[in-house]
Structures are given as structure tokens and as C-alpha cells.
């Protein structure tokens, strides 16, 4: 009966704890049942303080960046809302905020040249990847990207965005795409500036610097502190937040009021399409005059951008993330990131936006306005939709030199040139993968981006195809191995061996130490088996020690012929059988 009673017990407990972890699963793919428990009404004070101050800020930006990825200017606020909704039910990171950034528009421009129909087929085929990523955990292959490189990419694309806004800056028609020939035609142009334009850009410029260092250097609050200072603190913080917003609006306001005086100093945004889009299938074809262009033609237009954008969009906003969990103290699911990226870019092609990733600058506004969760992003979400459904008659008055000020402002701290001096100093063989990917993104992004990581990829397997090796002369010949033998290190592995045993004289036999090893291949036991009989020939032996029982036993399995293995060095400088001494370390030799 006990017996019975214990059975049932254990049945109970066994139904208790697969509940357990089938909540936790679906705590796992949806993020917002870990925090929505515990949602205080001090949290939802602070996420609609944070969301509001996002959403001053994204609204100008949108604008902005859709001029980069030269698409129409409501282009930026399609994109922009879908991802504050998506990532409050699925994101990991309270401070993580989606939309069109500088960097992600600037790849659409380069692989769409400004055709709707290709943006937003990008955004689906880039969630398209993102998604399956996450679903088979492939968030890894980030780690191959190297930090370097990613540095490399983002100082050459803030130039690269910065300068292709000069023309705008200053009025200027007519200027090509490709870098090097939009830096040429931009100095040949100069004499065509227009000169309301330039005077307009540099004074957005300036006020957008301006309130920035203000913000940066104005005093905190602290407890005391008289009403009519901390009022007059709340007024300068929200003036200085909404910088973008504030001066945007602005320079409508002095265009407008020069076009009802009958003068156009400006060039001005223009006519943009007004309502919330419609929902519908992203464009599997297109009609290019008088015929169809069907979706195998479309992705060939595209072309490595195919890679190239969804892999930036995740790796950009997963460094986000990583960057502020680390520095607010909790962690960031790196596949359901993916998922969650994925997600918002495939919904956002049924509502006519392109490609979005994480945005450095409102993801570090949201997190020094004090955000608690995501959830600050549903009032970002409905401000992008409020200026859609009511302010697009007004965005014909902004002045293009105004959003250009708003995106050289945005764009000019990602230029970072720091890094050398640091590079130079901890390792400077990083810096030809950083030096590789920022030279050659001014001439097309992906093969910057591609040799870099290749370079990268050849120094982390330098070390593998020549592995350290210290000879160690105690009247016995010992050479230890001090890292793992893979395949590529065969033939190095064999030519030391050659050189300290058979290129003396007399010719000696050799010990080789396996302490460090703790992995080896095929090539690797058949090349042993090789140098043994080799070994054999000259009448010496290839004995090995401080073999790992996972080596040991590869290494048994293979059965070589003539395989000595010594466990430990006895009291002649000579390995015996049985002992468990260490080795000797003096008369060192180093190969490497």
C-alpha cells in the first residue's frame, strides 16, 4: 500500500514539474508572461514617460532615414510602429527599441536603389531569414562577426550616410549614389549651391548640437531642489529630448511661412501619401512598363543584399541588446531576439515597410528615460500611427535640408576612429580586418563587410594550422603540444618533428606531450600513425604521455601500429610506464 502511495506521489510530482517546464517554454517564446505578472502602476508611469520621449524622437527620424534609404518620406513612419508592438510581446530587452535606423537604410538604398517594391520584398525575405534563424537556435554565427569589423562597417557607413545628406544640405541636384562619385560630383557642384538651403542645414546643425550639449552638460535634479527650478529642469530635459522633433517642425514653420509669401528658398519634402497604409501581400512582381517582372528577377536585383541586410539587422540590434543588458544587469535571449526581429520585419512587408533593425539612439534614450519593459513601446507605436493618420498633409513643408541636418546630427557619434589607437595597442594584427572592411564599404558595403570576416576568420585559424610547440631537451627529446591538433596543423605538427629528430645527429627519438590536447581529427591520428612508422624505419620510436582519457582513447581506437603510450617522466629525464610525475621544464625550445 505504501509502495502504492509512493508510485502515485511520484506520478503527481512527475505531472507537476512537466507543467513547469512547459511554462517556462512558453515563457521562453513569449517574454511579456515573465514581466506582466508583476506590473506595477510606478512601471506604467515611467514606460508612457519613456514611450512619449521615444516618440518625439522617432517620428523626425523616420522621416529622415526613409530619405536615406530613398524611398518617400512616409516610408520611414510605415516601418516604424509595427516593430513597438511586436517587440513588447516578444523582445527580451526592456531598453530595445525596432525602426529604420541610418545604417539599415543606407544597405536598402545600396542593394534596392529607391524601388518600393524591392524595400518591402526586402523586409519580408529578410524576416524570412531572421525567423528560421532563431527557430533553429543559428544565433551564433554572430560570434564570427568580429567587433572590429563591426566598428569598421559603422564609422564607414556614418560617413557614407553623412555625406550623401551634403546635398541636401546645400540644395544640390543630380548627385550619383556610388561614394567615391558622389564625393566627386558633390566639390564639382558646389558653385550650385542654393543658398537658403545651406544657411537653413547649418543653422539646424547648429541648434541640433546646441540642445545636445545642453542636455549632456545641464545639471540633475536632486531631492530639494525649489519647484520653479525643477519645472524650469522639466522644461529644458523635454526641449533637449525632442531636439528633432523641435527643429524639424520649426524649419516647417519658416518654409511654410516663406511659400505663403509666395517664395521657395527651399527644397522641400512634397507631396507624401496621406492615411495609414493598407494591409496586403508584399510585391512577389512588379510591372516595369509594359511588362511583369516576376520574383526570381526582382530577388536577382536585390542580390547579396538577400544576406547582407538580414545579418546586419540582427547582429545590429542583437550588440544593442547585449550592449544594455549588460549595462542595467539582466540577459537578453539572443534566439528569440531573432524571432522577434524576424516577426516584425515579415508583418512589416504586409504594411509597406522595409527592413528594420535595433536603433542605438532611442534604445539609449529609452533606457536613460527609465523605461521598466517593453511595453513603452505601444505608446511609441500609436504616436507613429496618430502622425500618419493626421500630420502627413503637413510633412510637404519640411525642408529636405532639415531632415539632412537631423541625419548628419544622428549619424556623426557612430564615426569612431578610437579603436586603432586601442587596436594598437592590445592586438595589431586586428587591425587588417578593421582597416579591410572600412576601405573597401566606400566601394561596395558587402565586400567590405565579407573580407573582413574572412581576415578575421584567417587570424582565429592562423593559431589552429600552427599550434605552439616547446621542445624540451632532458636528455630525452619531449615536445609539448600546447593547444588542440585539427587538420590544417598536420603537416606543421610534422615538419617540427622532423626537425628536432631526424635533421640532428645522431637522429633521436621523440616524446610528445598531449597534457594540452584535448582534440584531434582524422587527419591528425592518420598523420601519427605515419611519423611512427617513420619512427620505425630509422630504428627510434614516437612515444606519447599526458594523454586525455578522450584522446587516449581515439587514439586506441585506431589501432596504430607500433603506439607507446608513457604515462609520466621518471628520474632520468625518461618517461616510464605507471608513474604520474610531471614533466621537467627546463631546456625549452619554442616553436611557434
Given at each position: 500500500?505504501?509502495?502504492?502511495?509512493?508510485?502515485?506521489?511520484?506520478?503527481?510530482?512527475?505531472?507537476?514539474?512537466?507543467?513547469?517546464?512547459?511554462?517556462?517554454?512558453?515563457?521562453?517564446?513569449?517574454?511579456?508572461?515573465?514581466?506582466?505578472?508583476?506590473?506595477?502602476?510606478?512601471?506604467?508611469?515611467?514606460?508612457?514617460?519613456?514611450?512619449?520621449?521615444?516618440?518625439?524622437?522617432?517620428?523626425?527620424?523616420?522621416?529622415?532615414?526613409?530619405?536615406?534609404?530613398?524611398?518617400?518620406?512616409?516610408?520611414?513612419?510605415?516601418?516604424?510602429?509595427?516593430?513597438?508592438?511586436?517587440?513588447?510581446?516578444?523582445?527580451?530587452?526592456?531598453?530595445?527599441?525596432?525602426?529604420?535606423?541610418?545604417?539599415?537604410?543606407?544597405?536598402?538604398?545600396?542593394?534596392?536603389?529607391?524601388?518600393?517594391?524591392?524595400?518591402?520584398?526586402?523586409?519580408?525575405?529578410?524576416?524570412?531569414?531572421?525567423?528560421?534563424?532563431?527557430?533553429?537556435?543559428?544565433?551564433?554565427?554572430?560570434?564570427?562577426?568580429?567587433?572590429?569589423?563591426?566598428?569598421?562597417?559603422?564609422?564607414?557607413?556614418?560617413?557614407?550616410?553623412?555625406?550623401?545628406?551634403?546635398?541636401?544640405?546645400?540644395?544640390?541636384?543630380?548627385?550619383?549614389?556610388?561614394?567615391?562619385?558622389?564625393?566627386?560630383?558633390?566639390f564639382h557642384k558646389l558653385p550650385s549651391t542654393r543658398l537658403g538651403d545651406a544657411i537653413l542645414g547649418l543653422l539646424c546643425i547648429g541648434f541640433l548640437l546646441a540642445l545636445k550639449w545642453m542636455k549632456d552638460h545641464f545639471p540633475r535634479t536632486y531631492r530639494g531642489m525649489p519647484r520653479c527650478y525643477r519645472c524650469s529642469y522639466i522644461i529644458i530635459w523635454v526641449t533637449t529630448t525632442a531636439r528633432n522633433a523641435i527643429v524639424v517642425v520649426a524649419a516647417g514653420l519658416v518654409a511654410y511661412s516663406f511659400e505663403v509669401m509666395g517664395?521657395?528658398?527651399?527644397?522641400?519634402?512634397?507631396?507624401?501619401?496621406?492615411?495609414?497604409?493598407?494591409?496586403?501581400?508584399?510585391?512577389?512582381?512588379?510591372?516595369?512598363?509594359?511588362?511583369?517582372?516576376?520574383?526570381?528577377?526582382?530577388?536577382?536585383?536585390?542580390?547579396?543584399?538577400?544576406?547582407?541586410?538580414?545579418?546586419?539587422?540582427?547582429?545590429?540590434?542583437?550588440?544593442?541588446?547585449?550592449?544594455?543588458?549588460?549595462?542595467?544587469?539582466?540577459?537578453?535571449?539572443?534566439?528569440?531576439?531573432?524571432?522577434?526581429?524576424?516577426?516584425?520585419?515579415?508583418?512589416?512587408?504586409?504594411?509597406?515597410?522595409?527592413?528594420?533593425?535595433?536603433?542605438?539612439?532611442?534604445?539609449?534614450?529609452?533606457?536613460?528615460?527609465?523605461?521598466?519593459?517593453?511595453?513603452?513601446?505601444?505608446?511609441?507605436?500609436?504616436?507613429?500611427?496618430?502622425?500618419?493618420?493626421?500630420?502627413?498633409?503637413?510633412?510637404?513643408?519640411?525642408?529636405?535640408?532639415?531632415?539632412?541636418?537631423?541625419?548628419?546630427?544622428?549619424?556623426?557619434?557612430?564615426?569612431?576612429?578610437?579603436?586603432?589607437?586601442?587596436?594598437?595597442?592590445?592586438?595589431?594584427?586586428?587591425?587588417?580586418?578593421?582597416?579591410?572592411?572600412?576601405?573597401?564599404?566606400?566601394?561596395?558595403?558587402?565586400?567590405?563587410?565579407?573580407?573582413?570576416?574572412?581576415?578575421?576568420?584567417?587570424?582565429?585559424?592562423?593559431?589552429?594550422?600552427?599550434?605552439?610547440?616547446?621542445?624540451?631537451?632532458?636528455?630525452?627529446?619531449?615536445?609539448?603540444?600546447?593547444?588542440?591538433?585539427?587538420?590544417?596543423?598536420?603537416?606543421?605538427?610534422?615538419?617540427?618533428?622532423?626537425?628536432?629528430?631526424?635533421?640532428?645527429?645522431?637522429?633521436?627519438?621523440?616524446?610528445?606531450?598531449?597534457?594540452?590536447?584535448?582534440?584531434?581529427?582524422?587527419?591528425?591520428?592518420?598523420?601519427?600513425?605515419?611519423?611512427?612508422?617513420?619512427?620505425?624505419?630509422?630504428?627510434?620510436?614516437?612515444?606519447?604521455?599526458?594523454?586525455?582519457?578522450?584522446?587516449?582513447?581515439?587514439?586506441?581506437?585506431?589501432?596504430?601500429?607500433?603506439?607507446?603510450?608513457?604515462?609520466?617522466?621518471?628520474?632520468?629525464?625518461?618517461?616510464?610506464?605507471?608513474?604520474?610525475?610531471?614533466?621537467?621544464?627546463?631546456?625549452?625550445?619554442?616553436?611557434?
Open positions: 500500500m505504501n509502495w502504492l502511495g509512493d508510485q502515485h506521489g511520484r506520478r503527481i510530482n512527475a505531472g507537476v514539474l512537466a507543467r513547469c517546464c512547459s511554462w517556462e517554454a512558453v515563457q521562453r517564446k513569449l517574454p511579456f508572461l515573465c514581466w506582466l505578472p508583476n506590473y506595477s502602476l510606478q512601471c506604467l508611469q515611467l514606460d508612457i514617460i519613456a514611450g512619449f520621449t521615444v516618440g518625439l524622437t522617432v517620428v523626425p527620424q523616420a522621416l529622415a532615414y526613409a530619405e536615406v534609404a530613398g524611398l518617400p518620406v512616409e516610408f520611414g513612419l510605415y516601418s516604424s510602429f509595427v516593430g513597438c508592438f511586436i517587440y513588447c510581446l516578444l523582445g527580451t530587452s526592456k531598453d530595445v527599441t525596432l525602426g529604420p535606423t541610418a545604417i539599415m537604410s543606407l544597405l536598402v538604398a545600396v542593394y534596392t536603389a529607391g524601388d518600393k517594391s524591392l524595400a518591402i520584398l526586402l523586409a519580408f525575405l529578410s524576416g524570412c531569414i531572421q525567423l528560421v534563424m532563431g527557430l533553429f537556435n543559428f544565433g551564433f554565427l554572430l560570434d564570427f562577426i568580429s567587433h572590429p569589423v563591426i566598428k569598421a562597417f559603422t564609422s564607414a557607413a556614418a560617413v557614407t550616410i553623412g555625406f550623401s545628406q551634403v546635398k541636401n544640405l546645400l540644395g544640390l541636384k543630380d548627385i550619383p549614389r556610388q561614394f567615391v562619385l558622389q564625393v566627386y560630383e558633390t517664395l521657395s528658398p527651399f527644397v522641400l519634402t512634397g507631396k507624401t501619401a496621406e492615411g495609414l497604409p493598407q494591409f496586403h501581400l508584399p510585391p512577389f512582381s512588379e510591372t516595369a512598363g509594359n511588362r511583369t517582372v516576376p520574383f526570381r528577377d526582382m530577388a536577382q536585383n536585390i542580390g547579396a543584399g538577400i544576406i547582407i541586410i538580414p545579418l546586419m539587422g540582427v547582429l545590429e540590434s542583437v550588440a544593442i541588446a547585449r550592449a544594455f543588458a549588460s549595462q542595467n544587469n539582466y540577459r537578453i535571449n539572443t534566439n528569440q531576439e531573432l524571432l522577434a526581429i524576424g516577426l516584425t520585419n515579415i508583418l512589416g512587408s504586409f504594411l509597406s515597410a522595409y527592413p528594420v533593425t535595433g536603433s542605438f539612439g532611442r534604445t539609449a534614450l529609452n533606457s536613460q528615460t527609465g523605461v521598466c519593459t517593453p511595453a513603452g513601446g505601444i505608446l511609441t507605436g500609436f504616436l507613429v500611427l496618430l502622425s500618419l493618420g493626421y500630420l502627413t498633409p503637413l510633412f510637404y513643408y519640411i525642408p529636405k535640408a532639415a531632415l539632412a541636418a537631423v541625419i548628419i546630427c544622428a549619424v556623426a557619434p557612430v564615426f569612431d576612429l578610437r579603436i586603432c589607437k586601442d587596436l594598437w595597442k592590445v592586438k595589431r594584427i586586428d587591425l587588417l580586418p578593421f582597416l579591410a572592411t572600412f576601405l573597401l564599404s566606400f566601394w561596395e558595403i558587402q565586400y567590405g563587410i565579407i573580407i573582413g570576416i574572412v581576415i578575421s576568420l584567417i587570424i582565429v585559424c592562423v593559431p589552429v594550422a600552427r599550434p605552439q610547440i616547446k621542445v624540451i631537451d632532458t636528455g630525452g627529446l619531449n615536445m609539448m603540444i600546447m593547444s588542440g591538433l585539427s587538420f590544417p596543423a598536420m603537416e606543421y605538427l610534422r615538419d617540427a618533428i622532423h626537425k628536432s629528430a631526424f635533421e640532428v645527429s645522431p637522429p633521436r627519438s621523440v616524446n610528445l606531450d598531449f597534457s594540452h590536447v584535448n582534440i584531434l581529427d582524422y587527419t591528425i591520428v592518420t598523420g601519427l600513425g605515419e611519423l611512427i612508422h617513420e619512427f620505425q624505419c630509422q630504428g627510434l620510436s614516437l612515444s606519447f604521455s599526458g594523454l586525455q582519457p578522450e584522446v587516449l582513447q581515439i587514439l586506441l581506437a585506431a589501432d596504430l601500429n607500433g603506439f607507446k603510450h608513457l604515462q609520466s617522466m621518471g628520474s632520468g629525464g625518461q618517461y616510464e610506464e605507471g608513474s604520474t610525475e610531471p614533466l621537467l621544464h627546463n631546456a625549452i625550445k619554442t616553436y611557434s
